[in-house]
C-alpha cells in the first residue's frame, strides 16, 4: 500500500470538462479515442481509464503492459496499442488489445500468430507514414499489404490511421496540410481493396484545435483532456487534472549565516524560515527548479524553493508565511504552475506530467 503523503489527485470533473470542451468542437458522429498511455499523462492510466469508459469509444496507450493493467481492471473498452513490439503479440491477443501493425515485419509476426490461433477477424490498424517517420508503412506498400491481407479471414483491419509531426505549430501549416493530403491519398487508395470501412483518424489534441475540418471518423485526445490546449487562450478554457499536493514534515528557524540543504546552496542572509517538504527530484521534480527557481504554495502564498532540490525532499522559504508543521502544501494545481515549472526545468508540459513518478500517490477524485 502507497501512504506516501504526497499525494497527486486526479480531478475527475476537470477530466469530464476537457472531454466535453473538445466534443463540442466535433462532430457529432466524430468517434473520440482518449489516449491514457505512460500511466495517464503520469497520473494514473487505469484509474483515468476507469472514469471515462462509458465516455469515450477507445483507449490509447504505447505499449502492451500498458493495456494489460486497464483489463485486468474489467475495462472492456477498446485499447488501440500504438507501439507493440513482437515479444508482446500473443498478450495483446490474451487480453484483447488491438495492436497498431507499422511495418511487414510485425504485420507478418501477427498474422503468423492469428492463424496459428485460428483467429477470425481480429481488430488490427495500421498505421501510415506521412511525414514524421516514426512509425508506419508507406504509402507505396499499399499493394504488398493488400497481396498478405487477401489471403487471410484472420484479422480485420479496423481502423487507418497517421500522426502529425507539427499540428500544434500554425509556421507548419504547410507541411501539416501536406501531410492530411497524403493521409487522404493512401486512405482512398486503400479503401477501394476493402468491402467494408475501417475507422479513418489523423488528429491529436492540437490536430483537433488547428485542424477539425479532418477529423475523419475518430480523434485521439491526450494532452487536452489534461487541461492543456494549444495556446494560453484555449488553455484558461480547460481545467487542471493534476494537483500535487503534500505536507509541511518540518520547520525550521535559521539564523543569519545558517545554511539548507546539500552543498549548503542556501545561505540565510537574514533570520529565516525554511519548510520541509517530502517531495523530490525521485518524485519528479527537476532539479533545475532549485535555488530559487520553482515554488509551492501553503496557505495560498508563493514559497520559493531554496537550495538544491533533493531525491526526497525540498526545502522552501516560509520566513513570511504564517504555517505549522503539517500544513497543507501545493506543489502544482494549475496549468500556469505547470508551465512554469515546465519552462524552469526546461521542457514542455508533456514532460512535466510523465515525470511524476509511480512512488507519488494517485487519488481519483469524482
Ligand atoms: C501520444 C499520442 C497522441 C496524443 O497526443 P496529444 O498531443 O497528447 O493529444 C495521439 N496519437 C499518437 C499516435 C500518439 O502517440
Known amino acids: 500500500m502507497n501512504n506516501h503523503v504526497s499525494v497527486l489527485e486526479i480531478d475527475g470533473k476537470a477530466l469530464e470538462h476537457n472531454l466535453n470542451y473538445f466534443k463540442n468542437k466535433l462532430n457529432e458522429a466524430t468517434k473520440i479515442l482518449a489516449v491514457v498511455k505512460a500511466f495517464g499523462y503520469g ?35 477498446p485499447i488501440l496499442v500504438l507501439h507493440p513490439q513482437i515479444n508482446s503479440l500473443k498478450d495483446i491477443i490474451a487480453y484483447n488489445l488491438e495492436p497498431n501493425l507499422y511495418n511487414f515485419k510485425i504485420l507478418n509476426s501477427f498474422l503468423d500468430i492469428a492463424s496459428k490461433k485460428g483467429l477470425k477477424q481480429y481488430p488490427i490498424h495500421l498505421k501510415f507514414n506521412t511525414g514524421l517517420n516514426r512509425l508506419g508503412f508507406k504509402q507505396s506498400d499499399i499493394s504488398n499489404i493488400n497481396t498478405q491481407l487477401k489471403e487471410t479471414n484472420a484479422i480485420k483491419i479496423q481502423s487507418l490511421f497517421s500522426h502529425l509531426a507539427a499540428s500544434e505549430d500554425l509556421n507548419e501549416k504547410e507541411f501539416s496540410n501536406s501531410q492530411l493530403k497524403s493521409f487522404s491519398s493512401i ?47 484555449e488553455t484558461k478554457q480547460l481545467k487542471n487534472t493534476h494537483h500535487l499536493k503534500s505536507i509541511v514534515s ?26 520541509t517538504i517530502p517531495v523530490g527530484h525521485a518524485d519528479g521534480l527537476s532539479r533545475k527548479l532549485g535555488n530559487g527557481k520553482g515554488y509551492v504554495l501553503i496557505h495560498n502564498q508563493k514559497a520559493n524553493i531554496i537550495g538544491n532540490v533533493c531525491m526526497d525532499m525540498i526545502m522552501v522559504d516560509v520566513s513570511a508565511i504564517d504555517c505549522s508543521e503539517g500544513d497543507e502544501v501545493i506543489i502544482f494545481n494549475h496549468q500556469e504552475m505547470l508551465q512554469h515549472i515546465s519552462n524552469v526545468s526546461d521542457t514542455i ?3 512535466t506530467l510523465t515525470s511524476i513518478s509511480p512512488r507519488v500517490k494517485k487519488m481519483l477524485k469524482k
Open 187 to 233: 486512405t482512398k487508395e486503400f479503401l477501394k481493396l476493402l468491402d467494408y470501412k475501417p475507422l479513418l483518424h489523423i488528429l491529436n489534441t492540437s490536430g483537433v484545435v488547428n485542424y477539425a475540418n479532418a477529423q475523419f471518423d475518430m480523434v485521439r485526445i491526450g494532452l487536452g483532456l489534461y487541461g492543456f490546449g494549444n495556446d494560453l487562450k
Open 349 to 351: 508540459v508533456y514532460e
Open 250 to 275: 518540518q520547520i525550521h528557524s535559521l539564523k543569519k549565516g545558517e545554511s539548507v540543504g546539500y552543498n549548503r546552496a542556501f545561505v540565510a542572509k537574514t533570520p529565516s524560515r525554511s519548510a
Open 43 to 77: 497520473s494514473d492510466g487505469v484509474l483515468v481509464a476507469e472514469f471515462l469508459k462509458n465516455k469515450v469509444d477507445y483507449f490509447a496507450v504505447a505499449y502492451a503492459h500498458e493495456g494489460i493493467a486497464i483489463r485486468e481492471a474489467n475495462i472492456k473498452t
